[in-house]
């Protein structure tokens, strides 16, 4: 009888496990520290630890899967992957074709970095990624903007002189600026853009929304979420 007990109890188990949902996590690999691709060739980072843990507290399988930012949304739509967690702003326009989750990063600033501290990033060429809020921003401040599909290609173009200053979410260029050794400096006044970074999914999937949400509500009481941004973001990372 006790054996019977166990055999049963091990196939619920096992049951379960096999019924547990897969949810395709679709992330950039390119935007360190929230995401980017490991030695291993992994996905890896600050949203691939929280994902991983948001998977885990709502029982649910992760699978990764990385795409170019500026297909990221269409990719979603198509079904090639379940959400976007990629180091995305959350705002009325994106809203409008995606259901959010609540924001997993408090709303931070964006920053300019430049060769010298006096670029008029004001009337200058400015270097933003396509498809992100730094580059509408750019395009709305009188600036002239040059668009490149990848964060480190705008970086680059700064660094030969193609763009005046680069625009992007100062917790990304942080740690570029602080290994320069001084070749790079802020420049301009920093702007708040958005409503914080959260995940992207499906109008149709609230259920997962709602999965979602209640994990990092949970993470946001126990204080782990502050306790994982400041792992990957500093010890000056704006928390909750």
Same mark, same amino acid.
């Given at each position: 009888?006790?054996?019977?007990?166990?055999?049963? #109890? =091990?196939? /619920?188990? +096992?049951?379960?496990?096999?019924?547990?949902?897969?949810?395709?996590? &679709? !992330?950039?690999? *390119?935007?360190?520290?929230?995401?980017?691709?490991?030695?291993?060739?992994?996905?890896?980072?600050?949203?691939?630890?929280?994902?991983?843990?948001?998977?885990?507290?709502?029982?649910?399988?992760?699978?990764?899967?990385?795409?170019?930012?500026?297909?990221?949304?269409?990719?979603?739509?198509?079904?090639?992957?379940?959400?976007?967690?990629?180091?995305?702003?959350?705002?009325?326009?994106?809203?409008?074709?995606?259901?959010?989750?609540?924001?997993?990063?408090?709303?931070?600033?964006?920053?300019?970095? #430049? =060769?010298? /501290?006096? +670029?008029?990033?004001?009337?200058?060429?400015?270097?933003?990624?396509? &498809? !992100?809020?730094? *580059?509408?921003?750019?395009?709305?401040?009188?600036?002239?903007?040059?668009?490149?599909?990848?964060?480190?290609?705008?970086?680059?173009?700064?660094?030969?002189?193609?763009?005046?200053?680069?625009?992007?979410?100062?917790?990304?260029?942080?740690?570029?600026?602080?290994?320069?050794?001084?070749?790079?400096?802020?420049?301009?006044?920093?702007?708040?853009?958005?409503?914080?970074?959260?995940?992207?999914?499906?109008?149709?999937?609230?259920?997962?929304?709602?999965?979602?949400?209640?994990?990092?509500?949970?993470?946001?009481?126990?204080?782990?979420?502050?306790?994982?941004?400041?792992?990957?973001?500093?010890?000056?990372?704006?928390?909750?």
């Amino acid at each position: 009888m006790k054996n019977l007990i166990l055999t049963t #109890a =091990l196939l /619920a188990l +096992t049951a379960g496990s096999a019924m547990a949902q897969t949810v395709r996590m &679709g !992330t950039e690999g *390119a935007y360190p520290p929230y995401n980017f691709i490991n030695d291993k060739g992994e996905v890896d980072g600050f949203e691939r630890e929280l994902g991983d843990k948001l998977c885990e507290m709502a029982a649910l399988t992760c699978e990764w899967v990385t795409t170019d930012w500026d297909g990221i949304i269409p990719n979603l739509q198509s079904g090639n992957y379940d959400t976007i967690i990629a180091g995305m702003n959350i705002t009325a326009e994106r809203a409008e074709v995606l259901a959010f989750t609540q924001n997993y990063i408090p709303p931070a600033s964006s920053a300019y970095m #430049a =060769l010298d /501290a006096g +670029t008029d990033v004001m009337k200058g060429v400015i270097a933003a990624q396509t &498809g !992100t809020v730094q *580059a509408a921003h750019v395009a709305a401040s009188g600036a002239t903007l040059l668009e490149f599909a990848t964060p480190d290609e705008t970086v680059a173009a700064m660094r030969n002189g193609e763009a005046d200053a680069v625009f992007a979410d100062k917790d990304y260029l942080v740690p570029i600026l602080d290994e320069s050794a001084g070749k790079f400096a802020w420049a301009g006044t920093e702007v708040q853009i958005g409503d914080g970074v959260g995940m992207g999914l499906r109008k149709s999937d609230t259920e997962l929304v709602e999965k979602f949400n209640a994990g990092i509500t949970a993470m946001k009481a126990d204080g782990s979420l502050n306790t994982l941004i400041t792992k990957w973001f500093g010890e000056k990372a704006v928390t909750f």
